[in-house]
């Protein structure tokens, strides 16, 4: 998907470079939060990865509750979870992620890509960071 098509696509916007994520990205994502921490318990944010864009293994960590929502919204990428098999994603999706659970995501090389992640309220919430998605691995989902 090109950009001009993608812009029009992306409802909620693209928001500001997400330079305080950048490291544990490989490529430029858009952070466009929707509602403030502040204000509700609940935090949801639109993320926009640019082409091949795709962020490190990751876990979301809880003791109780947790995890973390993705509702598909723009172009077209991937979700994977440690062990099983990448599933495409596309708009209208949505991907429940339970806590604790070694996972990435990120846009499909040839198109932008957009989902709105929201936080899953919790007991001792907090991400772990991982290691980068391996690139061969990677391109081979590109082939599919």
């Known amino acids: 998907m090109n950009n001009d098509l993608f812009e029009q696509e992306n409802i909620f916007g693209l928001g500001q470079e997400n330079i305080q994520f950048a490291p544990y990205f490989k490529g430029k994502s858009y952070l466009n939060p929707l509602n403030s921490p502040q204000e509700c318990p609940v935090f ?7 082409p ?34 990448a599933i495409s994603l596309e708009p209208g999706m949505v991907i429940t992620i339970p806590a604790n659970v070694k996972h990435w995501h990120g846009a499909k ?3 932008w890509f957009s989902h709105i992640a929201v936080e899953v309220p919790g007991e001792n919430t907090c991400n772990e960071w991982c ?8 391109h081979m989902l590109t082939k599919q």
Do not use: M
């Open 44 to 50: 949801l944010a639109n993320v926009t990865f640019e």
């Open 52 to 85: 091949s864009c795709r962020n490190n293994w990751h876990i979301h960590k809880a003791t109780k509750g947790g995890g973390q929502l993705l509702i598909c919204t723009a172009g077209s990428g991937w979700y994977q979870e440690e062990g099983k098999e």
């Open 109 to 111: 090389k040839d198109s």
């Open 131 to 138: 290691e980068p998605v391996d690139d061969e691995a990677y």
